[in-house]
């Protein structure tokens, strides 16, 4: 369906007058649905606000498409409360492909609603180049918070056993709701989760749904293949046999609870994608991090049941997570001093 080339030359070309010719160009040519809730939607259903309304103050970090900015946004052109926000853009010479995956993201993103879930804020797909407007999330992704909170030879680590728990709490309300949704996310991972702030106080959102975004793209069975997949997070049902499933999430989870108990170490430490499949597959399991409370690392092996059906579900997760943050125990326990690490294990 989708034209699967690079725009180059005449192609180019003739991408330039469809542009001129209709508001949208491609994306009105194609016009792709999207079901969420019960309900279709597509371009007409996304809220355009106007560019003059923005103003881009700096890069943040390059993402798949381009470049995202910090940047400011006034509901009215003449308002004086600006708002922070996060501005996605899809540069001008992007393929058709690009323009429609970017308008899938868009639309997958507008029509959540949930504090644990980035918020969308409009688009400006009226001319290039596209921006998608999303709340600021200004404390970065969960990955590098938790890598830069590891304790260090002059100062342990300045976060408690609370504050793991408080993130996990809030990643799992957010999966909770994709899971009521019939959302299935397929790649819950602490890189994919951005904070609202460092300090305390801090949100964890789930911030990242390019995997979700790309089963709708028309070639998505012939890409990449397995070394495009994020193996070490997945099931051995989904490796093996490409089933997807709310349960594919829960297993997610579960290894999204041992980066965050680890403090941002890869999983699997020195092993490959082939190496983990079989290893997985053989019933082998993450071991528990240093210093991780028996209750955390229960949750997380209850995630990694082999049978799907046989792991519990984000509500029982939830509930799960937070008798942990009830028991002293669990709250009270030290979390790991600095530790020279092995040499092997120095980049993870
Ligand atoms: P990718 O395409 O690699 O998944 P993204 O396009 O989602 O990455 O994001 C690229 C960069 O922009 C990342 O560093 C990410 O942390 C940052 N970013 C994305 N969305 C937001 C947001 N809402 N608030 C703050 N930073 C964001």
Redesign the pocket.
């Known amino acids: 369906l989708l034209r699967r080339k690079m725009l180059g030359g005449p192609e180019l070309q003739l991408s330039r007058l469809r542009a001129q010719a209709g508001p949208n160009g491609v994306l009105t040519e194609y016009n792709p649905n999207y079901e969420f809730g019960g309900e279709t939607y597509n371009l007409t259903d996304l809220k355009e606000i106007p560019r003059e309304n923005l103003q881009l103050v700096k890069a943040?970090?390059?993402?798949?498409?381009g470049e995202?900015y910090?940047g400011f946004f006034k509901q009215r052109a003449g308002d004086s409360v600006e708002m922070p926000v996060?501005v996605?853009t899809l540069p001008e010479l992007s393929s058709n492909q690009a323009e429609m995956d970017f308008l899938m993201e868009a639309l997958i993103m507008s029509k959540f609603n949930h504090a644990n879930i980035?918020h969308f804020i409009g688009v400006c797909f009226d001319k290039h180049p596209r921006f998608i407007v999303?709340?600021?999330?200004?404390g970065?992704?969960l990955k590098t918070f938790l890598r830069e909170s590891r304790p260090k030879p002059e100062r342990s680590s300045p976060l408690t056993m609370k504050d793991l728990l408080t993130c996990a709490m809030d990643v799992s309300k957010g999966c909770r709701y994709l899971e009521e949704n019939h959302f299935i996310h397929r790649d819950i991972a602490a890189r994919?989760c951005?904070l609202t702030t460092k300090g305390p106080g801090r949100v964890v959102k789930i911030?990242?749904f390019?995997m979700a975004r790309d089963i709708y793209r028309a070639d998505y069975y012939k890409k990449g293949g397995k070394a495009m997949l994020p193996v070490k997070w997945m099931p051995p049902e989904a490796f093996l046999d490409g089933i997807f499933t709310s349960k594919t999430d829960v297993w997610s989870f579960g290894v999204l609870l041992w980066e965050v108990f680890s403090l941002g170490y890869m999983p699997y430490p020195g092993r490959g994608n082939q190496d983990v499949m079989q290893l997985v597959t053989n019933g082998g399991r993450l071991e528990p991090p240093t210093n991780c409370p028996a209750p955390v690392y229960g949750i997380m092996t209850q995630c990694w049941h082999p049978i799907p059906e046989e792991r519990p579900n984000f509500a029982t997760l939830l509930e799960r997570v937070g008798y942990c943050l009830q028991d002293p125990e669990v709250v009270n326990a030290p979390l790991p001093v600095f530790q020279r690490p092995p040499s092997s294990e120095r980049d993870v």
């Open positions: 943040l970090g390059q993402g798949a498409f995202v910090q996060a996605k980035v999303l709340e600021l999330l200004a970065g992704d994919n951005l911030a990242d390019g």
